[in-house]
């Protein structure tokens, strides 16, 4: 067969005007060019096969049993406080109002059957909240939040329809700010019926990057935040402004703990954004020891709407972040995999694999 095209004829190029150089399609005379570096083909035989496959199985399943173990050693608690059913403390709160004062207040009593021992992290968990949806999150202006003055007055078209109100404009703006989550939770122990409160640490949630770099309060004097953020207006659904989200100035306005976590949006429409921290007081004790608990929750944040459920979680970590045993299992499977059709093919080498010896095949 002739090869239609992309050849061309050694020196039977076109010429140029005026009998200039003769063009050639021909590639240049070097190694790469034509196909001439050194190369290495592996040729796979079952000598090199068999081991590979063995040596796989035998890494991956110890290492899959050990993070599959240090998954299941995690604790982990959840209350759902929805509401949604009739029995449920909090069920009265179910149709409550961003702005509803005093808040509705509801309190769900729990046992924890075993201790935790390290540090304890408390989470809130959000479902049916698609925190992905793209116009949700383009809606927000970083140079405001990174303390631009003129953004902070002027933010950017993306933050529309929370842009401005009442010719003022919102800081911060945008949905994701809008939106953001409002419930309080509060922890006590139960010790003989006194209700004993879990301190819960505020500080040290966020990134650091996002702390220190991408959140900033607009310039000006620093330790008045109501005179730096004159002349803007609180996001619609919020019950206070961005200036009285916390009494300590290190956590306000901008660079607010809470904030910041919320501001990170969440990839899926299941997820938990972590809320407070529980410090193990001294070695001896548990964190939380088992017994009884009890919640109090400031039902602020409407989710029934849009069929969403809220959740508090309780979790231990371990050196690999959180309870995820999907990782251990996948190890686990990849390597019993490879050691099974390491074992398949042995005995199929074994019957059929000098066969092929006596006869050899032409070239």
């Not at 040596?55 to 110890?62: A, C, E, S, T």
């Not at 959140?215 to 109501?226: E, H």
């Not at 949006?265 to 017994?291: C, D, H, M, S, V």
């Not at 459920?309 to 990782?327: D, E, Q």
């Amino acid at each position: 067969g002739h090869p239609s095209g992309g050849v061309g004829v050694p020196g039977g190029g076109a010429v140029g005007g005026g009998g200039g150089a003769v063009k050639t399609r021909k590639p240049d005379n070097t190694a790469f060019k034509q196909q001439r570096l050194p190369a290495w083909q592996p040729i796979l035989t079952a000598g090199t096969v068999l081991p590979a496959f063995f040596i796989i199985g035998l890494i991956f399943i110890p290492i899959g049993i050990g993070i599959f173990v240090t998954s299941n050693n995690i604790r982990e608690y959840e209350i759902d406080y929805t509401g949604t059913e009739p029995s449920s403390p909090c069920n009265k709160c179910l149709n409550v109002s961003w702005d509803s004062t005093p808040p509705c207040t509801c309190t769900i009593n729990f046992t924890l059957e075993h201790s935790f021992e390290s540090n304890v992290f408390m989470y809130y968990g959000l479902s049916n909240f698609y925190q992905n949806h793209r116009r949700y999150v383009k809606s927000r202006d970083d140079s405001q939040l990174n303390g631009d003055n003129s953004s902070l007055l002027n933010p950017s078209k993306e933050c529309e329809p929370y842009r401005t109100n009442e010719d003022k404009p919102i800081a911060p703006c945008g949905a994701i700010a809008n939106s953001m989550f409002n419930d309080t939770l509060e922890l006590y122990r139960i010790d003989n019926e006194t209700r004993v409160p879990i301190p819960l640490i505020k500080k040290g949630i966020a990134w650091w990057t996002d702390k220190n770099v991408k959140f900033r309060n607009p310039t000006g004097d620093g330790n008045n935040l109501t005179a730096l953020f004159q002349g803007t207006t609180k996001p619609v659904n919020w019950p206070k402004p961005v200036y009285m989200l916390d009494m300590e100035p290190d956590n306000n306005g901008f660079i607010n703990e809470d904030f910041i976590v919320w501001m990170r949006t969440a990839a899926l429409p299941t997820f938990r954004k972590l809320y407070r921290l529980i410090e193990r007081k001294n070695n001896l004790q548990p964190t939380l020891r088992a017994g009884k608990y009890s919640l109090d929750i400031a039902y602020n944040y409407p989710v029934h709407s849009f069929d969403g459920r809220k959740r508090m979680i309780l979790s231990t970590i371990s050196w690999m972040g959180g309870k995820n045993p999907f990782l251990g299992i996948a190890y686990i499977t990849v390597g019993s995999i490879c050691f099974f059709l390491g074992v398949v093919l042995l005995i199929i080498h074994h019957k059929y694999g000098n066969r092929n010896t006596s006869a050899d095949i032409p070239n």
